[in-house]
């Protein structure tokens, strides 16, 4: 097989994931999949400018990530936008950390071992692929702008039209969550 044909299979494996990111920032099937369409097309396009300083996949989300930040502009021109709502308290969060802001003991984060080892580990992906989808709609779409997407709180308050305050508050319990998650589904299957 030659590196095109290895690279049109990468990308054709790697879409459900693509198309599963579009839809979580679009809420809208076709919209994700025209814009999952298009940044398949750039990489097949511009593959000879692919510079191997990080991985194929990850060159196509970042690829992906401007073609979903047009598509979320477009859907504000046109009054399709649907804004985030303000987070809800949550009690089960709140219920983790005592009056001085310190962790409970019994929901003290678990040691992940060596971060760079879980990353490379496929089943690691899974387990959080799985636990962003699980986040409430607006918490995964919060996180995923910043900590998956690189986009400042200042670019993302401006571009779902929230406050400051409350993108530092969805993102906490975005992590907070994400983290209670992956510490059931992969921490605990590592050591069966």
């Not at 194929?56 to 649907?82: C, S």
């Not at 997407?149 to 969550?177: F, P, Q, Y």
């Amino acid at each position: 097989m030659n590196e095109n044909e290895d690279r049109l299979q990468r990308l054709t494996a790697v879409r459900p994931r693509l198309i599963s990111f579009a839809l979580m920032h679009l809420r809208d099937r076709s919209q994700a999949e025209d814009v999952v369409q298009e940044a398949m097309m750039s990489a097949i396009e511009k593959n000879e400018s692919f510079a191997r300083r990080s991985g194929y996949e990850t060159w196509v989300f970042g690829i992906l990530k401007y073609k979903i930040l047009d598509a979320m502009r477009m859907q504000k021109r046109h009054g399709r936008w649907q804004p985030l709502e303000d987070e809800d308290d949550d009690d089960a969060i709140d219920r983790q950390f005592q009056q001085n802001g310190r962790w409970q003991q019994s929901t003290r984060p678990s040691s992940w071992g060596e971060p760079e080892a879980a990353f490379e580990t496929e089943h690691f992906w899974q387990v959080f692929d799985a636990c962003m989808i699980a986040l409430p709609e607006n918490a995964a779409r919060v996180f995923s702008l910043r900590e998956l997407m690189g986009l400042s709180t200042d670019d993302i308050c401006k571009e779902l039209d929230i406050k400051e305050n409350n993108c530092w508050v969805i993102l906490h319990r975005a992590r907070l969550r994400l983290r209670a998650c992956i510490e059931k589904g992969w921490l605990k299957e590592e050591t069966i």
